[in-house]
């Protein structure tokens, strides 16, 4: 064989491993951890509705107690988000007391439970629109649901964003005034 003819199969063999090297890399870095995309919003919705076998009514039922819920979520993170800018904001300040921090820990993690309780409920009430022969299936299905829904709190994981660039600062809304720490003062 001649010297260019051993060039050639020895160029097209470089290009077909290179090609086949970018082909895994392009693989690995599609389905790499984190790459996944997050459920569409109301995909859960849309499960429990197909699994359970909503009819319209139901369906209707359904889909006001998700707004309802979604308004009373939104809230409480924004509360959680507010408490925990309060609480890492004690940083900025020398000397403050065990009793304030642990006062404002306190609080957000209480706000988070009361997250963790209003979603329990919400599925209670869904449980509720059940007919009978729904209830078995609703019960198997719940729990790949809430996965779908992602993750709740806002412990560095997704959580709504502040709205309009506004700064979370200062007590958090629509709440008594017993219920809140006292402000972290001098």
């Known amino acids: 064989?001649?010297?260019?003819?051993?060039?050639?199969?020895?160029?097209?063999?470089?290009?077909?491993?290179?090609l086949a090297?970018?082909?895994?890399?392009?693989?690995?870095?599609?389905?790499?951890?984190?790459?996944?995309?997050?459920p569409q919003q109301g995909a859960a919705a849309e499960y429990i509705i197909r699994e359970t076998g909503f009819d319209k009514q139901q369906e209707a039922q359904y889909r006001t107690l998700i707004r309802e819920h979604q308004d009373r979520v939104r809230q409480i993170r924004d509360s959680i988000r507010v408490a925990k800018d309060r609480f890492f904001k004690l940083i900025e300040q020398d000397n403050t007391s065990d009793s304030?921090?642990?006062?404002?820990?306190?609080?957000?993690?209480?706000?988070?439970?009361?997250?963790?309780?209003?979603?329990?409920?919400?599925?209670?009430?869904?449980?509720?629109i059940c007919r009978p022969d729904q209830l078995k299936k609703f019960e198997s299905i719940i729990g790949e649901a809430v996965k779908m829904m992602g993750p709740q709190g806002n412990n560095g994981r997704p959580?709504?964003?502040?709205?309009?660039?506004?700064?979370?600062?200062?007590?958090?809304?629509?709440g008594p005034e017993g219920d809140r720490p006292p402000p972290p003062g001098p």
């Open 1 to 18: 064989m001649s010297t260019i003819v051993k060039n050639k199969w020895l160029i097209a063999v470089i290009i077909f491993l290179l």
């Open 21 to 38: 090297n970018i082909g895994t890399l392009v693989f690995f870095w599609l389905n790499r951890p984190g790459a996944q995309k997050p």
């Open 100 to 128: 304030l921090k642990e006062a404002l820990a306190k609080h957000a993690s209480d706000l988070t439970a009361t997250l963790d309780l209003t979603t329990l409920h919400h599925f209670e009430q869904v449980k509720a």
């Open 159 to 174: 959580g709504p964003p502040p709205r309009n660039g506004e700064r979370m600062d200062g007590p958090p809304p629509n």
